[in-house]
């Protein structure tokens, strides 16, 4: 007998594709379920067997649903535009287009040899034209957008612009840029065109602005916060330094409520929900001015603490804000300026974890304090960021550990300003009933009046308000890129322009060079062919640039979160070509019910998508405000590492107990030369690397041991595993629920290939349990014992329980006992063993479809209904007594357990077992206990 995985599973995979088994119907009488997971990258690795795990879980849950009478949506796509794919470029010359589409059908092969109920009739690429079409047309109406915090929502632009029209901008309450100035209804209507053009960009949801990025000159690009690791790009480990350019920003930063609040309606794990809160973080407070001795420039503060501002002894500015240059005297010009160099090639991220290091410098100015006007010194340093609330803290030392540990380093005075608390404590907490003393009108107060009564008295003096700040700053949207989403945007006059929605899209044009030009320019700018005639709407040759009808397009692309902000909706409807997705998809859809994906997106993807999906509800584009129902954070699998040891500056390796008493370098080695009593092929290795062919090995008993650490799954650690080799030696059934039977969903677990036989044998039995010797099927149709629908009826109701909680590990336990059991009890009942099938579908689908055709069934097990739980088929009709002779148990005896204490002495006395134990003798006396214990008393 013979369970033949790879023929069956090839079978059913053609069987899926050529019938479309797992197509979605976007007008269904069924309730409607939409299953999603986190848009994948396809790299050139491809897949490694960390890659499916979120993937076969959220198959799992779909394959459920659809069982359950569901219409479920399960689609996948790529998110395929990039920077590895443009670096690869820059290497090789080979377009970014053609890895790309290598990558896509590598990733494609490996998925469909899964088994994944996809329906790939949806597929998505966002660097296809047809896609971001409506990427670029979610852009134009951003730009056409401006929000309104009166109403909470964004609006057109035009109906600002009637709004400045018929009142000026004095009434408006709106987000925009920091230096708006007022107008008047007459000064509006006498702005020229271009004058109006640029007060409406200082409104608009998305907007060119000079801003601080992370800036990469290896790479030629600005990244991401999320890009930078440990202050060097995530791709390439190459240098960032903090530089200001103008950039596309994306005003997210005025859904910064709506963001937090919205948090309480979704089903998220408490620890996700809380990472997006600490980003957008939310602080109370006031805007403090502070005026500059001798100028006309002012620095306006956001302060949590309005009330600590009699304890000032100093302000901090961080090195990037624009007054630094402005106020910095002559005598300390050089040092500022060294210490601003020094600081931009130091990420934020970096800045912010560092609390040890104490570093600064005096500008030479003064501030003047608002209410005791005394001299306030003005320092920089880079624990202050400039994006951050105003890039300035007004420094009370007394109030604040990092202030304190600034003034103590740089012998600056401190100030006590409240009672009985010691200032060399750690930083001030300012709980409630702490009194604030020596502090002019404060003196004596509490701390919440005391918040009060000082934002009360800068209000009077025209030197402050009551502010709530958010830690959440606008987006940078542009990237130094070629392979992204070009903008729909040329320039007259240096202004931006849209282009129509009817011209779109703006095509990806063809370059000679994937770097920056040579004066700097993104890639774009080696374009020859990219300027916008108005007159034909089409792209033209450069050279036709006449400033009159044909100008120059925008040469930065969009980042790549732009494609994967609504990627979900246009699987919804992904062959409109007359909108992102019709009306009746959206309304039949709504949004995604399950996201599966990695914790690394918590911010980033999450937030921006929220906020995108937002904005297109208030235009009136979608009918939900939220993205995603729930959301689950799959765990990673992590690798089993191999380590040769290599004596230091010699090419001799010696084996790992040996290693211990050497200076020795640990080596990656490749898993796959390393056997699983943990020893290296000494050949397979030499020809390995080319550096290793001449090496020597010092082994132990002849044999080289390596050494094991469980590490991340990487091509860099040689510890990544190929699922292709798991399905061709095992089947993708195995490896399917072998993923899930490591451990909970949420949790990292590592990787053990020598385990999975385990899960192997266990489908050899399953299959077993339906066919004999000869691979002939053996279910007959006649009637199951009580204790194998016991069995199945307790396996429906744990499995059932499992995948509603998302607890797959235990399901395949379950299942384990469950052929464990029918097997001993030699059941082959169609009552029994199809309802089985059917169960274990949405973990093992390839062999469950094979199983249900042999059982006669002529359409696919996924169109089966779920099996129904029956509790009668629990219920205990008899009991196994312990049968004890005078308080020794000696054998057990199945009796029902409505019998009575008469009718089970009787019985017992009359058995076989118990005439042997007494042999003759009559008992003196027979305890019976109903539904526990008989003790028969000699």
Request: aromatic share 16%.
């Given at each position: 007998m013979r369970y033949n995985f790879n023929q069956i599973e090839k079978k059913w995979q053609e069987y899926w594709a050529k019938n479309q088994t797992f197509k979605a119907e976007n007008n269904?009488?069924?309730?409607?379920?939409?299953?999603?997971?986190?848009?994948?990258?396809?790299?050139?690795?491809?897949?490694?067997?960390?890659?499916?795990?979120?993937?076969?879980?959220?198959?799992?849950?779909?394959?459920?649903?659809?069982?359950?009478?569901?219409?479920?949506?399960?689609?996948?796509?790529?998110?395929?535009?990039?920077?590895?794919?443009?670096?690869y470029a820059i290497q090789t010359g080979q377009h970014?287009?053609?890895?790309?589409?290598?990558?896509?059908?590598?990733?494609?092969?490996?998925?469909?040899?899964?088994?994944?109920?996809?329906?790939?009739?949806?597929?998505?690429?966002?660097?296809?034209?047809?896609?971001?079409?409506?990427?670029?047309?979610?852009?134009?109406?951003?730009?056409?957008?401006?929000?309104?915090?009166?109403?909470?929502?964004?609006?057109?632009?035009?109906?600002?612009?009637?709004?400045?029209?018929?009142?000026?901008?004095?009434?408006?309450?709106?987000?925009?840029d920091d230096d708006v100035e007022q107008f008047t209804v007459t000064q509006w209507n006498n702005f020229s065109s271009e004058e109006k053009q640029k007060q409406l960009l200082k409104y608009r949801l998305t907007y060119l602005a000079e801003t601080e990025v992370n800036w990469c000159p290896q790479l030629g690009t600005v990244l991401a916060n999320d890009e930078i690791v440990n202050g060097v790009s995530e791709r390439g480990g190459y240098p960032v330094i903090r530089k200001k350019m103008t950039q596309w920003s994306m005003r997210i930063s005025a859904f910064a409520e709506r963001l937090l609040q919205g948090l309480n309606e979704l089903d998220w794990t408490e620890s996700l929900k809380e990472s997006q809160r600490n980003w957008i973080g939310k602080s109370v407070g006031a805007l403090v001015e502070f005026k500059v001795q001798g100028s006309e420039f002012k620095v306006p503060v956001f302060t949590t603490r309005p009330d600590t501002i009699f304890g000032v002894t100093f302000m901090t500015l961080a090195p990037e804000h624009e007054l630094v240059e402005k106020i910095t005297t002559p005598e300390h010009k050089s040092e500022v300026e060294a210490y601003v160099q020094a600081t931009a090639k130091r990420s934020e991220r970096e800045r912010m974890a560092d609390v040890k290091t104490i570093s600064g410098v005096f500008t030479g100015a003064y501030a003047e304090h608002p209410f005791t006007k005394e001299p306030v010194p003005i320092w920089i340093g880079d624990y202050v960021l400039a994006g951050y609330g105003t890039g300035a803290v007004m420094a009370v030392p007394c109030g604040d550990?990092?202030?304190?540990?600034?003034?103590?380093?740089?012998?600056?005075?401190?100030?006590?300003?409240?009672?009985?608390?010691?200032?060399?404590?750690?930083?001030?907490?300012?709980?409630?009933?702490?009194?604030?003393?020596?502090?002019?009108?404060?003196?004596?107060?509490?701390?919440?009046?005391?918040?009060?009564?000082?934002?009360?008295?800068?209000?009077?003096?025209?030197q402050g308000k009551g502010k709530t700040n958010y830690r959440l700053r606008d987006a940078v949207f542009s990237r130094q890129r070629y392979w992204g989403e070009p903008f729909p945007v040329y320039y007259v006059e240096g202004l931006p322009q849209m282009i129509e929605k009817e011209h779109l899209p703006l095509r990806l044009p063809e370059v000679e060079k994937y770097l920056p030009t040579e004066t700097g320019e993104p890639p774009l700018g080696n374009a020859t062919d990219w300027a916008w005639d108005t007159e034909k709407n089409e792209v033209v040759e450069n050279s036709k640039i006449d400033h009159k009808t044909v100008f120059p397009l925008e040469l930065n692309t969009m980042?790549?979160?732009?494609?994967?902000?609504?990627?979900?909706?246009?699987?919804?409807?992904?062959?409109?070509?007359?909108?992102?997705?019709?009306?009746?998809?959206?309304?039949?859809?709504?949004?995604?019910?399950l996201y599966i994906g990695g914790s690394e997106h918590a911010t980033g993807h999450l937030l921006y998508s929220r906020f995108w999906t937002k904005f297109l509800k208030d235009r009136g584009f979608l009918p939900v405000e939220e993205p995603f129902k729930k959301l689950i954070n799959q765990g990673m699998i992590l690798g089993t590492s191999a380590f040769v040891y290599r004596l230091e500056g010699e090419n001799k390796f010696v084996s790992k107990k040996l290693s211990e008493a050497h200076n020795v370098q640990p080596i990656h080695a490749d898993v796959s030369l390393v056997n699983a009593s943990d020893e290296l092929d000494i050949e397979g290795f030499k020809k390995w690397r080319p550096e290793f062919a001449d090496a020597e090995f010092v082994t132990e008993d002849g044999k080289y041991i390596v050494g094991r650490e469980v590490e991340k799954m990487s091509k860099s650690k040689y510890n990544v595993v190929n699922p292709d080799d798991i399905c061709e030696n095992y089947g993708a059934d195995t490896l399917r629920m072998y993923e899930m039977f490591l451990g909970p969903l949420e949790q990292a677990k590592p990787w053990n290939t020598a385990g999975i036989t385990g899960v192997h044998n266990f489908l050899k039995k399953l299959w077993k349990l339906y066919h004999d010797e000869d691979n002939k099927i053996i279910v007959s149709d006649g009637k199951a014992s009580a204790d194998s629908l016991k069995t199945l009826h307790k396996t429906i109701k744990k499995v059932t329980e499992d995948i509603e909680s998302f607890s797959?590990?235990?399901?395949?336990?379950?299942?384990?006992?469950?052929?464990?059991?029918?097997?001993?009890?030699?059941?082959?009942?169609?009552?029994?063993?199809?309802?089985?099938?059917i169960l274990i579908a949405p973990y093992a689908p390839h062999i469950s479809e094979e199983l249900w055709e042999k059982l006669g069934h002529d359409t696919s097990v996924t169109t089966a209904a779920y099996p129904v739980y029956e509790e009668k088929f629990l219920v205990e009709s008899t009991k196994e007594y312990p049968i004890s002779f005078n308080g020794k148990m000696r054998f057990t005896l199945e009796l029902p357990l409505d019998m009575s204490k008469d009718e089970i002495e009787k019985t017992v006395l009359a058995h076989e077992k118990t005439q042997q134990q007494l042999d003759g003798r009559v008992p003196k006396k027979v305890i019976v206990v109903p539904g526990k214990i008989v003790n028969i008393v000699g």
């Open positions: 269904s009488e069924k309730p409607k379920y939409y299953v999603l997971d986190m848009f994948p990258y396809p790299s050139g690795a491809g897949l490694h067997v960390g890659h499916p795990l979120g993937y076969i879980a959220s198959d799992i849950y779909a394959r459920y649903k659809r069982h359950k009478g569901f219409n479920v949506l399960h689609p996948q796509g790529y998110d395929s535009f990039g920077l590895p794919a443009e670096q970014p287009a053609l890895t790309t589409e290598a990558n896509i059908n590598r990733y494609r092969e490996q998925l469909d040899q899964i088994g994944f109920s996809f329906d790939w009739s949806r597929e998505v690429r966002t660097s296809e034209p047809d896609y971001y079409k409506w990427t670029q047309w979610i852009f134009i109406q951003l730009f056409d957008s401006w929000y309104d915090f009166e109403s909470e929502k964004a609006r057109p632009i035009s109906e600002l612009e009637e709004i400045f029209a018929a009142e000026g901008n004095s009434g408006v309450n709106a987000a925009c550990q990092r202030d304190y540990e600034f003034a103590k380093h740089f012998d600056l005075p401190i100030r006590n300003i409240f009672e009985n608390v010691d200032i060399s404590e750690e930083a001030y907490s300012g709980k409630e009933g702490t009194v604030i003393a020596n502090s002019d009108f404060l003196d004596g107060l509490e701390y919440k009046a005391a918040l009060q009564k000082a934002i009360l008295e800068l209000e009077k003096i025209g980042p790549g979160w732009a494609g994967s902000s609504w990627y979900l909706f246009r699987y919804m409807d992904p062959q409109n070509e007359e909108r992102f997705a019709s009306e009746e998809a959206l309304e039949y859809w709504e949004n995604v019910d797959f590990n235990t399901s395949v336990s379950t299942f384990m006992i469950c052929v464990n059991e029918l097997s001993a009890q030699k059941c082959h009942f169609r009552e029994v063993v199809e309802p089985l099938a």
